[in-house]
């Protein structure tokens, strides 16, 4: 997995609340009847343990709870099933291919597998509000492959409606010179 990059300000605010529950939790901490002159010396290690305590729970668990609520960036976890079109001169074709999306608050990763190739994410981007995931990948043919396909990288586009994927295109680099839609996506 890797971090993915985002416009939305949500993380923002995310970071602000889980900040300020911290230090609250720190002081509640420092003000317990403790009879040691140095309490306060525990209050501000405590607030910094709280925080990531809470970020580490939020990241794994309290995100997608609350996603739909107060973040633009759709859950897109899960495998897909999808079509990819190919529309490049040299090499027309379509093929079923299988996406497989793990992600958390912060992290992402992307494997797109075909019958020839797997393909995985290398970095990528929430755009416009969580309406767009685009991605770049690194492609590495399987074993029984086409003498045509390499190792390659390349770029891929999504559109998200409702939080849900819905179409997509690719290209990819200048070796491989082919480019296409991907369309038919299903959550299986």
């Known amino acids: 997995m890797h971090k993915y990059y985002t416009d939305s300000t949500s ?5 602000f609340f889980l900040g300020a529950i911290s230090l609250l939790f720190g002081f509640f901490i420092s003000m317990l009847p403790i009879h040691n002159p140095f309490s306060w010396v525990i209050s501000a290690p405590s607030a910094l343990s709280i925080f990531s305590i809470l970020n580490y729970l939020f990241s794994k668990i309290g995100w ?9 960036i759709p859950d897109l976890n899960g495998t897909y099933s999808a079509k990819i079109f190919s529309d490049s001169e040299s090499e027309k074709f379509d ?3 299988t ?19 797997r393909s995985e994410s290398i970095s990528a981007a929430f755009y416009s509000g969580g309406e767009k995931l685009i991605y770049n990948y690194k492609n590495e043919p399987l074993y029984d492959s086409v003498d045509t396909m ?3 990288r390349g770029t891929a586009e999504f559109l998200i409606e409702d939080k849900q994927l819905k ?19 299903k959550k299986i």
């Open 11 to 15: 993380e923002l605010y995310v970071q």
């Open 64 to 72: 997608k709870m609350l996603s739909k609520m107060i973040s633009a």
């Open 95 to 97: 093929s079923e291919v």
């Open 150 to 152: 390499n190792i390659h």
């Open 99 to 117: 996406l497989t999306i793990r992600q958390t608050w912060k992290k992402i990763s992307i494997i797109l597998t075909s019958r020839y190739s």
């Open 167 to 185: 179409s997509g295109n690719y290209y990819n680099d200048r070796h491989r010179k082919t480019s296409g839609v991907i369309r038919e996506i």
